[in-house]
C-alpha cells in the first residue's frame, strides 16, 4: 500500500519568487522592461538636449534650419546668453531675475516643509479631540482648484480681513521687494494640502516601539520630532521639496499676481514670457533663456535622487 505524499512547488523548492510583489520585480528587471526604460529615456532627453544644440547655435541658423543640422554644419556662439543674462536692452537682464526666482523659491520650499512636517507628526502621533476630522479637511484641500483662492487671497493683501464693518486683519500694504512676503504666504498656503498629506503617510509608518521607548526615557514630543521623526523622515521631505522646487520655480501665475511684473520682484518665467519680442519674431533667446531657466531645478533633482523614490513611496507598503 503506497501513501501519497504532498507535492511541493517547484518556484518553492528552487526559491524562485512565490509573492506577487517578488514576480512583479522581476519583470521591471528584465531585459525587455531595460530596453523600454532606455527607449523612454532617450524620448525624454532629445528635447532638452536640441534646446541645448539650439541655445549654442548663431541667430541666423536657428531661424533658418532645424537643430538636428548642427551636426552637419557646427556653428557655436554664447551670444544668445550673453544677450539674455547681461544684456541692458529689453532682451536681456535675465541675471536680475534669476535671481528674484531663486529668492521666491528657497522660502516658498523651506516654510511648506517646515510647517507641513510639524502638523504631520501631530496628526500622526499626538491625540486630541477632532484630529482625524482636521486630517480629512487638509486632504479635502487639496481638491481645491488654485485659481478659486487667487481672488480672494489677493483681496486678503489688499484690504485686510473685516468683520461687520470692523477691521480684524490690517491690508499688508508692501511695496517692491516687500511683495516677496506676499508670494511665499501664497506659494506655502497653495503647498501645505499635499505635504501635510505626503509627509503623515511616511510619519504614520515609524515604528510605534520606538516612540514609546522615547516617551519612557522621558522624552518631550519636541525632542522627539527633532531628534527621531526629523532624521527618519528626510526621503519624504527630500520628494516633497523637488515637487515643491520645481511646481514653484516654474510659476508664472501666482509670482505675476502677487509680485507684479517689476525688476525688483519678478521672477524668472516672466522675463521668459517677454524675451519672444512684441510680434514673436525674437524667439532665438527663448532657447538661451529656457535652457538657464532649467540649470537649477536639473541640479536640485540630481542632487536629491536618492532620496526621490523612497520618498515617493512613503507609506504605500507595510511591513
Not at 523612454?40 to 547655435?57: E, H, M, Q, Y
Not at 523651506?110 to 512636517?117: C, D, Q, R
Not at 493683501?157 to 470692523?166: D, H, L, N, P, Q
Request: charged share 10%; with cysteine.
Amino acid at each position: 500500500m503506497t501513501t501519497a505524499t504532498p507535492t511541493v512547488g517547484v518556484g518553492a523548492q528552487a526559491g524562485g519568487p512565490t509573492t506577487r510583489g517578488a514576480r512583479v520585480r522581476k519583470r521591471l528587471n528584465s531585459r525587455t522592461a531595460t530596453l523600454v526604460s532606455i527607449v523612454i529615456a532617450v524620448l525624454w532627453t532629445i528635447p532638452t538636449f536640441g534646446l541645448f544644440i539650439s541655445s549654442l547655435r548663431p541667430e541666423n541658423e536657428i531661424k533658418t534650419t532645424g537643430w538636428w543640422t548642427f551636426f552637419t554644419n557646427p556653428q557655436i556662439t554664447l551670444e544668445n546668453y550673453q544677450e539674455v543674462l547681461f544684456s541692458t536692452g529689453s532682451s536681456g537682464q535675465l541675471a536680475s531675475y534669476f535671481i528674484n526666482s531663486l529668492a521666491i523659491t528657497i522660502p516658498s520650499v523651506l516654510f511648506p516643509l517646515a510647517f507641513a512636517s510639524l502638523a504631520a507628526y501631530a496628526l500622526a502621533w499626538m491625540n486630541f479631540k477632532g484630529r482625524d476630522w482636521v486630517y480629512i479637511g487638509i486632504f479635502a484641500l487639496q481638491i481645491v482648484p488654485l485659481q478659486m483662492a487667487l481672488v480672494p487671497l489677493l483681496r486678503f493683501f489688499s484690504t485686510g480681513v473685516s468683520i461687520a464693518g470692523v477691521q480684524i486683519l490690517p491690508a499688508w500694504d508692501l511695496v517692491d521687494e516687500q511683495k516677496f512676503a506676499q508670494v511665499w504666504f501664497a506659494h506655502t498656503c497653495f503647498a501645505l494640502p499635499f505635504a501635510v498629506f505626503l509627509l503623515h503617510n511616511f510619519i504614520s509608518q515609524l515604528p510605534g516601539d520606538l516612540m514609546e521607548a522615547a516617551r519612557v526615557d522621558g522624552a518631550t514630543h519636541p525632542k522627539i520630532f527633532r531628534t527621531i521623526v526629523l532624521p527618519l523622515i528626510m526621503p519624504a521631505l527630500a520628494a516633497f521639496g523637488i515637487f515643491q522646487f520645481l511646481w514653484v520655480w516654474n510659476d508664472l501665475l501666482v509670482a505675476l499676481i502677487f509680485a507684479g511684473g517689476g525688476d525688483e520682484t519678478a521672477p524668472m518665467t516672466v522675463r521668459l514670457a517677454e524675451l519672444a519680442g512684441t510680434r514673436g519674431n525674437e524667439w532665438q533667446r527663448l532657447t538661451a533663456g529656457a535652457f538657464v531657466s532649467i540649470v537649477v531645478p536639473l541640479i536640485v533633482f540630481l542632487s536629491l535622487q536618492r532620496f526621490f523614490v523612497r520618498g515617493l513611496l512613503a507609506g504605500s507598503v507595510k511591513g
